[in-house]
């Protein structure tokens, strides 16, 4: 059975720094895309970032881009996500996700944490 | 502002069909496959149909997907309360190199 766990979410001030940790289990973790979405309170889903299998591809949305970076270390399962720069419209719940092997939809979905920015 | 667009709410009586639509347009939806994700209140989002019309094991049959052009659509039939969620579509954007997503769209089973 395939288990994402994310870790790292907490309360930060704005432009402050996080990193979050999503530890993947039942699978060949290096095989897979793995990607970051979140939801802020009450919205919709919002994807972040997406990186490669081997991760050698990585994309960020617009509104991300220059402040996360997302990295993975296939030696121990896990998928991160460095946030700097923090605004106020970062905080939301982060999911961690898995990509099928066909690269075209979100296979499995971790329970997420909750980044809050605020002052 | 969602890149694809589905109304904001939904709604029928136990028992009866309803249809969630989601348009995109020729760089998302007209050239790559579409999924579709229930979140149930409080809980991560699960997908529920991919490849445009593929249900994952353990979905019932009640649930189907479709897709024509630029637009895609979820249809659940024999409604039951356990099927109030928001529901979401999804799909990668070859101009854009982004996953995109629906704005969503929240069934009320009366």
């Known amino acids: 059975e395939v288990q994402l766990m994310e870790s790292g979410g907490g309360f930060v001030q704005p432009g402050g720094s996080l990193r979050l940790s999503c530890a993947a289990s039942?699978?060949?973790?290096?095989?897979?895309?793995m990607n970051w979405v979140r939801q802020a309170p009450g919205k919709g889903l919002e994807w972040v970032s997406h990186?490669?299998?081997?991760?050698?591809?990585?994309y960020y949305a617009d509104s991300v881009k220059g402040r996360f970076t997302i990295s993975r270390d296939n030696s121990k399962n896990t998928v991160y996500l460095q946030m700097n720069s923090l605004r106020a419209e970062d905080t939301a719940i982060y999911y961690c996700a898995k990509i099928d092997t066909t690269v075209r939809y979100f296979e499995y979905w971790g329970q997420g944490t909750l980044v809050t920015v605020s002052s | 502002q969602s890149v694809l667009t589905q109304p904001p709410s939904v709604s029928a009586a136990p028992g009866q069909k309803v249809t969630i639509s989601c348009s995109g347009g020729s760089s998302n939806i007209g050239i790559n496959y579409v999924s579709w994700y229930q979140q149930l209140p409080g809980t991560a989002p699960q997908l529920f149909i991919y490849d445009n019309t593929k249900r994952p094991s353990g979905i019932p049959d009640r649930f189907s997907g479709s897709k024509s052009g630029t637009s895609a659509t979820l249809g659940i039939t024999g409604l039951q309360t356990g099927d109030e969620a928001d529901y979401y579509c999804?799909?990668?954007?070859?101009?854009?190199?982004?996953?995109?997503f629906g704005g969503g769209t929240k069934l009320t089973v009366l």
């Open positions: 999804g799909t990668w954007d070859n101009s854009l190199s982004a996953w995109v």
């Open positions: 990186i490669s299998g081997a991760g050698g591809t990585t």
């Open positions: 039942g699978l060949t973790f290096s095989s897979y895309a």
